[in-house]
């Protein structure tokens, strides 16, 4: 079992920047990938990025490309997300996930790979 607590959420102007990070507790994290994922109000839950636990591959949705990077402490047991050039609509609660099992970029943006979910923070970016 792991759990997972996000943190770094807030409000902040478009253009501005926020770190997110994801602390997992319970054992030493020893699966396939972590990821981030988000859900803003009235959509689905959608993938933002993951990084595999075994080479560090990192993969990213188009719209966040080039403006979000994920990153992991291993000393930690601790991922990040570092987000800038925020805008309007990156406002969403954001999640962060641990994942088991098959190993695959397929996987890596399907929700439903992942077995563990933290609770979720808030990231509010005004116009």
């Known amino acids: 079992q792991v759990q997972l607590v996000e943190s770094g959420g807030g409000l902040v102007q478009a253009g501005g920047s926020l770190r997110l990070s994801c602390a997992a507790s319970?054992?030493?994290?020893?699966?396939?990938?972590m990821g981030w994922f988000r859900q803003a109000p009235g959509k689905e839950r959608e993938f933002v990025a993951a990084i595999r636990w075994s080479d560090d591959s990192t993969y990213y949705a188009d719209s966040v490309k080039g403006r979000f990077t994920i990153s992991r402490d291993n000393a930690k047991n601790t991922v990040y997300l570092q987000m800038n050039s925020l805008k309007p609509e990156d406002t969403a609660v954001y999640y962060c996930?641990?994942?088991?099992?098959?190993?695959?970029?397929?996987?890596?943006?399907?929700?439903?790979?992942?077995?563990?979910w933290g609770l979720g923070t808030q990231v509010t970016v005004s116009s």
């Open positions: 319970g054992r030493t994290f020893s699966g396939d990938a």
């Open positions: 996930a641990a994942k088991y099992g098959i190993s695959g970029t397929y996987y890596y943006r399907i929700a439903s790979s992942y077995a563990f």
